[in-house]
């Protein structure tokens, strides 16, 4: 038996996962159809969203927040942040640009959060 908390609404429902049949698992304390997806998720493919910063060239901003499109599995987190680490974008950037396709082969991109204006070279 295993307790977590729902986090797919505001309600937070308490819920109880019985996964020793891995086949046949059981949710119990939700209150909406989507608690028991979630928890069979997080037992079975546990995914995250991931939030970071990358570099930016020739931008109003030395650096730009950039989000996970969806959630990824929770083992390619670590992974994923070495990979930005690499990253260097350049100006302008707008919201919704893509920022790394198809992260470690998941099939989800890293998608820039905030516009970013290039900045004029002076002479």
């Not at 608690?35 to 995914?47: M, N, S, V, W």
């Not at 390619?76 to 260097?88: A, C, G, M, P, R």
């Not at 640009?97 to 198809?102: C, F, I, K, L, Y």
Request: hydrophobic share 40%; proline share 5%.
């Amino acid at each position: 038996m295993k307790e977590m908390i729902c986090i797919n609404c505001p309600l937070g429902c308490r819920l109880t996962v019985d996964d020793a049949d891995r086949q046949n698992i059981i949710v119990t304390g939700n209150t909406c159809p989507r608690g028991k997806a979630y928890a069979i998720d997080e037992i079975t493919a546990p995914k995250r969203m991931v939030t970071a910063s990358v570099k930016v060239e020739g931008g109003s901003l030395p650096m730009v927040s950039v989000k996970t499109a969806r959630a990824i599995p929770k083992e390619l987190i670590f992974d994923s942040l070495e990979l930005l680490k690499q990253v260097t974008l350049t100006a302008p950037l707008h919201i919704g640009d893509v920022a790394v396709e198809n992260i470690l082969g998941c099939g989800v991109d890293f998608v820039v959060t905030k516009e970013i204006r290039r900045t004029c070279d002076k002479e």
